[in-house]
């Protein structure tokens, strides 16, 4: 038997990840860049670019391209793609790990059914679902180019299964509407774009399960217990998935949603 490691090698491939310098984004841009690929990240967060920047081009000798900038906000967004075509002939991979989560703090957002507001909803559709939609519509020509071209959207369990409101009691954690409704279109926003991008471009969802980061201790144990491997995920359970797909391993793979849980949603 042969296994094509050679497969799994990234070196001349340049990656875009949206949500670039977030928990996820960051370890997906390691992860990437440990194989070889030269980086583009996207986020609003400045500061944390700048230091994702100069840690991964020493760690994994790699050159990194950063772009503080809101993606919904269109003038922004446009300029960004202007300078990515005049600067890249080619982009091998996208990532979109950009993402209105619940831990931010917007009015409206992270609240009861009654105070979800109208704006909070607005911005989460834009956030994770319209802002990746044109970003990759201004970006897929060049994308036709690689010999490979692999986009993969970060959506979640709960764009596939409805909140189980026991999880949340006593804690002030919350899982708006808004969040699971964008996740859910972003999985069918995966499988219409694989249709319309083929055969040059695959296109593949992931959609992680919670990532024990510093959640109470009452609501990990609670949560553990919905999993069948009795733990929640940690980022690598995550991004190296996601290097699966961007990689030439998964190279007949194209329209899928890879449900990443711990088995949370088969029971
Ligand atoms: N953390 C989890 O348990 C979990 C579970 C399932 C899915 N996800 C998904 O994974 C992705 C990453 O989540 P994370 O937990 O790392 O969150 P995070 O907040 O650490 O990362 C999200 C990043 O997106 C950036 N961002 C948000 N709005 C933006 C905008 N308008 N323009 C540019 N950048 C913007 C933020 O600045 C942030 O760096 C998200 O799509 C999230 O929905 C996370």
Redesign the pocket.
Known sequence: MNIKIENLNLSKKTSII??G?????MCIADKLSLCGSNLIL????EK?LNKAKKKLEKKNRIKVRTFP????NKKERIDCIKLIKKEYKVIDIMV??????G??NMKGWNESFENQCYDAWNKAID??LT?IFFLIQGIYKIMKKSKNASIIN?????GVNAPDWDLYKGTAINNPAA?SVS?AGLIYMTKWLASTLAPNIRVNAV?????E?SQEKYFIKKYNKKTLLNRM?TESDVSEPVLFLASNMSSYITGQNLIIDGGWTIK
């Open positions: 949206t949500g310098a977030g928990h996820l984004g996207i986020d609003l967060d944390s900038l809101d993606l919904t979109n790990s950009i993402g209105m989560v831990t931010d956030t994770n802002s970060v959506s979640s369990i709960y969040y996740k959609s992680p399960g919670g990532i980061r995920a």
